[in-house]
């Protein structure tokens, strides 16, 4: 089946630093990659959408500069999540789909700031 | 606005009993109800997608059905590794933007 990969698994790193997240299509292509974020016990929300060379759609309340996405090429997209601060702690997902398929989700990154 | 809500909260089931999950939603427009599976700790993995009303879905001991308003996700014979959050996620447009209900914790007890 599809195989989306995020990397890293988990962050721990002190208030003010900048924090990459990779998230991958292994075999397949996708047209379109989505984060989302999950505190615990609760379902998932949609950050951001984005499509490989153009710029990312965000949420309705998600700061753009502060969570920088790239979609460079069909299979990598990449959340930077700038100045981070303590209340940036949280679950990270990625998802990738592509045509006529339903999306596929990564492992999750857990990011905790000190 | 669009809203997906699902029942019960969590639901602790010994093994061998069957039930059932629901999801209801109201959205504008369904472009599909998709179910999930997550487990603690890792990202939701897909188990099933449903289009239109009527529409069933089977994998194992998991059968998905469609309404008009909701969907039930029916468990026959669960074992303790059915344990998981379901996750069902409504389709709102053909980019597939997802709305997500807020999941139904599972555990079932040996």
């Known amino acids: 089946g599809a195989v989306v990969s995020q990397h890293p698994s988990r962050v721990i790193c002190k208030s003010g630093t900048s924090v990459k997240i990779e998230c991958r299509s292994l075999d397949f292509q996708a047209t379109t990659m989505f984060w989302y974020r999950q505190f615990p016990k609760k379902s998932l929300m949609l950050m951001a959408t984005s499509n490989e060379g153009s710029k990312a759609t965000y949420e309705q309340g998600v700061e753009k500069d502060k969570f920088l996405i790239n979609h460079a090429s069909l299979t990598l997209s990449t959340l930077t999540v700038t100045s981070a601060h303590p209340e940036d702690s949280s679950f990270y997902i990625c998802?990738?789909?592509?045509?006529?398929?339903?999306?596929?989700f990564g492992d999750g990154t857990r990011l905790s700031i000190l | 606005e669009d809203q997906v809500t699902q029942s019960p909260e969590a639901l602790r089931l010994q093994e061998g009993e069957s039930s059932s999950l629901n999801c209801s939603y109201t959205?504008?427009?369904?472009?599909?109800l998709f179910w999930y599976r997550q487990d603690p700790g890792k990202g939701p993995e897909f188990l099933f997608t449903l289009y239109s009303a009527g529409e069933e879905k089977e994998k194992e001991r998991l059968k998905a059905t469609l309404t008009k308003k909701e969907s039930f996700l029916h468990i026959t014979a669960p074992k303790p590794e059915d344990s998981a959050t379901y996750l069902c996620a409504v389709a709102v447009d053909y980019g597939q933007n997802f709305v997500f209900g807020p999941g139904t914790r599972l555990s079932v007890l040996p």
């Open positions: 998802s990738a789909r592509t045509t006529n398929q339903p999306q596929h």
């Open positions: 959205v504008s427009g369904l472009r599909g």
